[in-house]
């Protein structure tokens, strides 16, 4: 079984409002699309928090601010891999530029991300710890 772990992040703006990703369905047939939050694997050899930085400024061109916090982990198990997948919290800044990834963006409240639809159930399930 192969082990990976990815870093997610809840990047809040200056008015209070939280990043969420619309996933391109092109690029990820198997996932389809969906909306997230900004994140991918890490690279072994390099800590998670600049994991999460390298992350956030490939998918959407912007910058974390300060320390971002922990706020769940979850384990994702699927035939043959494990995905250990840790989220934070934090601060972004600049002006959102998505990659091919993704396919739209929105600014939004906690629970207005709850309510999207169709969204990443275990972004879903964080939710429902910290909201």
């Known amino acids: 079984m192969e082990l990976q772990v990815g870093v997610k992040i809840l990047l809040?703006?200056?008015?209070?409002e939280y990043l969420t990703l619309l996933r391109s369905a092109i690029k990820y047939p198997e996932a389809g699309e969906q909306w997230e939050i900004v994140?991918?694997?890490?690279?072994?050899g390099t800590d998670l928090i600049t994991n999460l930085k390298r992350e956030v400024l490939e998918e959407t061109g912007l910058e974390i601010i300060g320390k971002p916090k922990l706020v769940d982990a979850q384990d994702i198990?699927?035939?043959?891999?494990?995905?250990?997948?840790l989220t934070y919290i934090g601060e972004g800044d600049g002006e959102v530029k998505i990659s091919d990834e993704h396919t739209d963006f929105k600014w939004l409240s906690?629970?207005?991300?709850?309510?999207l639809e169709p969204i990443d159930k275990?972004?879903?399930?964080?939710?429902?710890?910290i909201n």
């Open 12 to 16: 809040k703006n200056r008015e209070g």
């Open 39 to 44: 994140g991918g694997r890490i690279d072994p």
């Open 77 to 85: 198990l699927k035939p043959n891999r494990h995905i250990v997948r």
């Open 110 to 115: 906690l629970e207005e991300i709850s309510k």
């Open 122 to 129: 275990f972004l879903k399930d964080t939710l429902s710890k």
